[in-house]
């Protein structure tokens, strides 16, 4: 799935990996590097040693980027994961739509 079909925004469900069937919403995609992250899964923890900014130090935990072809988009019907492809509207525009349903894609 190439990363022009998922955007920033939309609902997302894992397919595979630690974080398998947790669903989030896009929050950034990296569309030259194949990438994207998605809010609350995929979950980095770093080690942060005390500092001026930080005299407290401890963990620091922020979601970590993803390969595109783990997510699936979530299917505005039913819920369940499908495929998008894109149909040319009545107007020549390209739209969104699940693969699944039909469904157009709000974009």
Excluded: C, W
């Excluded at 993803?66 to 499908?82: E, F, N, Q, R, Y």
């Amino acid at each position: 799935m190439s990363a022009a079909k998922i955007r920033k925004g939309d609902k997302v469900i894992v397919l595979s990996g630690r974080d398998k069937g947790k669903t989030g919403d896009i929050t950034a995609a990296m569309p030259k590097d194949g990438k994207v992250i998605v809010s609350g899964v995929n979950i980095a923890t770093r080690h942060k040693k005390a500092s001026q900014d930080n005299p407290q130090g401890g963990l620091e935990r922020k979601e970590a980027a993803m390969h595109v072809s783990k997510v699936a988009l979530i299917d505005p019907k039913d819920g369940k994961a499908t495929r998008v492809r894109f149909e040319t509207g009545k107007d020549g525009k390209k739209v969104r739509v699940a693969a699944r349903s039909g469904e157009k894609i709000d974009g």
